[in-house]
T-cell receptor
């Protein structure tokens, strides 16, 4: 089975812009979770989607949003980018009923200048 | 609050030797899962090993094994016969709720392991 894929792998944006990141889960997985990884804060949970519904959300401002499509692919969007949004964004997919069992993609490295 | 603590920010080991990475956690749940993930310089997060708290037997995956002490809330990872490819950040993690329907994992800050030739 193909693993979790994320596009793009690298992205450079300017403060104030918005960005959309994409994640395609492992075939058959319906749960997708997103994390932000920074040197200072480590890995922090953003949100989780299952069957096109957001099931859980971390403690991030409303500028961070996401959605999931009927084929389980997920996107996350960050509006009005700030310098502090520079991070590695990881998504993970899980089998139904086992959302604790997470398989990660390679991540998208976002740099905000 | 549920937390994960990895007290060793960096460690190094000689190739072929054994190294143990420490992890302590705090939870009020009686049953839960625990995980070790590896993140090499390529940044791909890889699941190394898992343990279910109600199982008394320590999990083993090839050269990787855990020492799970439920009463002490300790979950250490032992890597035997270390290889250069084991060089990576290692994260201890667990879902805050058993069954994990919340879709999130709580991660420790990580331990950077360097395997030296």
């Amino acid at each position: 089975k193909a693993g979790v894929t994320q596009t793009p792998r690298y992205l450079i944006k300017t403060r104030g812009q918005q960005v959309t990141l994409s994640c395609s889960p492992i075939s058959g997985h319906r749960s997708v979770s997103w994390y932000q990884q920074t040197p200072g804060q480590g890995l922090q949970f953003l949100f989780e989607y299952f069957s096109e519904t957001q099931r859980n959300k971390g403690n991030f401002p409303g500028r961070f949003s996401g959605r999931q499509f009927s084929n389980s692919r997920s996107e996350m969007n960050v509006s009005t980018l700030e310098l502090g949004d520079s991070a590695l964004y990881l998504c993970a997919s899980s089998p139904s009923g086992r959302s604790y069992e997470q398989y990660f993609g390679p991540g998208t490295r976002l740099t905000v200048t | 609050a549920q937390t994960v603590t990895q007290s060793q920010p960096e460690m190094s080991v000689q190739e072929a030797e054994t190294v143990t990475l420490s992890c302590t956690y705090d939870t009020s749940e009686s049953n839960y899962y625990l995980f070790w993930y590896k993140q090499p310089p390529s940044r791909q997060m890889i699941l190394v090993i898992r343990q279910e708290a109600y199982k008394q037997q320590n999990a083993t995956e090839n050269r990787f094994s855990v020492n799970f002490q439920k009463a002490a809330k300790s979950f250490s990872l032992k890597i035997s016969d270390s290889q250069l490819g084991d060089t990576a950040m290692y994260f201890c993690a667990f879902p805050p709720y058993y069954g994990g329907s919340q879709g999130n994992l709580i991660f420790g800050k990580g331990t950077k392991l360097s395997v030296k030739p």
